[in-house]
Nanobody, 124 residues
Framework: VQLQASGGGLVQAGGSLRLSCAAS????????MAWFRQAPGKEREFVTA????????DYADSVKGRFTMSRDNTKNAVYLQMNSLKPEDTAVYYC??????????????????WGQGTQVTVSS
C-alpha cells in the first residue's frame, strides 16, 4: 500500500483544515487507517483511526469533538476534517495503514505503511 497525504497548510487558531490521504492497491478496506502527528522535538502521537468499513472511529482525547475522520473505500481515500484548530495542533500529520488481521492498535509501531506527511501550522 502506498499512501499520499495532502491538504496541510497555515491557518489561524479557530480555523479549519481538511487533510486527505490517497491509497494505492485493491484491498484498501482490509486496513485500519489512522492519522498520527509529530511536532518538533516530540514523539509521533496517535490522532485518530477508522475501521475498514468506516463504521468505527477512535480519537485521541486531545482532538475529540474537533476532528472527524472518514473514509471512502470507492476512492481508496481517508480524510481528516480538523475544526477549532489550536496552536498545539501544529505538527506534521501522517496517514498510516494497518492490516486488520494484525489487530487494532494506536502505537505507531503497529502500522505497516506510512504516507510522507503534510505540515499543519496553526498560528495564534
Amino acid at each position: 500500500v502506498q499512501l499520499q497525504a495532502s491538504g496541510g497548510g497555515l491557518v489561524q487558531a479557530g480555523g479549519s483544515l481538511r487533510l486527505s490521504c490517497a491509497a494505492s492497491g485493491r484491498t484498501f478496506s482490509s486496513y485500519f487507517m489512522a492519522w498520527f502527528r509529530q511536532a518538533p522535538g516530540k514523539e509521533r502521537e496517535f490522532v485518530t483511526a477508522i475501521s475498514g468499513t468506516g463504521s468505527i472511529t477512535d480519537y485521541a482525547d486531545s482532538v475529540k469533538g474537533r476532528f472527524t475522520m472518514s473514509r471512502d473505500n470507492t476512492k481508496n481515500a481517508v480524510y481528516l476534517q480538523m475544526n477549532s484548530l489550536k496552536p498545539e495542533d501544529t505538527a506534521v500529520y501522517y496517514c498510516a495503514a494497518l492490516l486488520i488481521g494484525r489487530g487494532y492498535g494506536t502505537s505507531p509501531r503497529k502500522y505497516d505503511y506510512w504516507g510522507q506527511g503534510t505540515q499543519v501550522t496553526v498560528s495564534s
